[in-house]
T-cell receptor, first 108, second 114 residues
């Protein structure tokens, strides 16, 4: 089972870079790693997805080491509006394991 | 375009009653997922539909939970003989055929069992 583990919470200040790491020691060869953002009373929203190495899009970067047993979501220059819960998802064709989520609190 | 919609948005029921939760996926999405999110907790996978294939029910927590998807589109999650521990937000998501593709989530149905 690709159980995922994340820190419960993190604090940051506006303008800082934030790195959130998810551990998935039992990740399988076919599994992909996806990160979602969730605001209160809303469904999760896609941020970024990767399989290995580094992926970057307009809002975040995702770093995955060669052994793929962890992944790190990097948010550059966070703002107050980035305060949310961030989930990593390890998934393959029919299994979907969300982490317990990391509550990011961005302070002014 | 229209996103994933769920109804009702809120449901209050009495212990022992049956409830039905509805999900309308994004048009053209063949994959549909149900998750449960208890207060302050992460997402717990319940069931996954892919096209007209038999669903993967391995995540359903008990035989009181069932789900169907009619015509490869709308899905209904049914909870029979509800218990207080069933109180949670039930989230539905849909994606294109490849389940590794982005899942688009609905706003959820908040279920409270008294």
């Amino acid at each position: 089972l690709a159980k995922t583990t994340q820190p419960i919470s993190m604090d940051s200040y506006e303008g800082q870079e934030v790195n959130i790491t998810c551990s998935h020691n039992n990740i399988a060869t076919n599994d992909y790693i996806t990160w979602y953002q969730q605001f209160p009373s809303q469904g999760p929203r896609f941020i970024i997805q990767g399989y290995k190495t580094k992926v970057t899009n307009e809002v975040a970067s995702l770093f995955i080491p060669a052994d793929r047993k962890s992944s790190t979501l990097s948010l550059p220059r966070v703002s107050l509006s980035d305060t949310a819960v961030y989930y990593c998802l390890v998934s393959n064709f029919n299994k979907f394991y969300f982490g317990s989520g990391t509550k990011l609190n961005v302070k002014p | 375009g229209a996103g994933v919609s769920q109804s009702p948005s809120n449901k209050v029921t009495e212990k022992g009653k049956d409830v039905e939760l509805r999900c309308d996926p994004i048009s053209g999405h063949t994959a549909l997922y149900w998750y449960r999110q208890s207060l302050g907790q992460g997402l717990e996978f319940l069931i996954y539909f892919q096209g007209n294939s038999a669903p993967d029910k391995s995540g359903l927590p008990s035989d009181r939970f069932s789900a169907e998807r009619t015509g490869g589109s709308v899905s209904t999650l049914t909870i029979q003989r509800t218990q207080q521990e069933d109180s949670a937000v039930y989230l539905c998501a849909s994606s294109s055929a490849d389940p590794r593709e982005t899942q688009y989530f609905g706003p959820g149905t908040r279920l409270l069992v008294l």
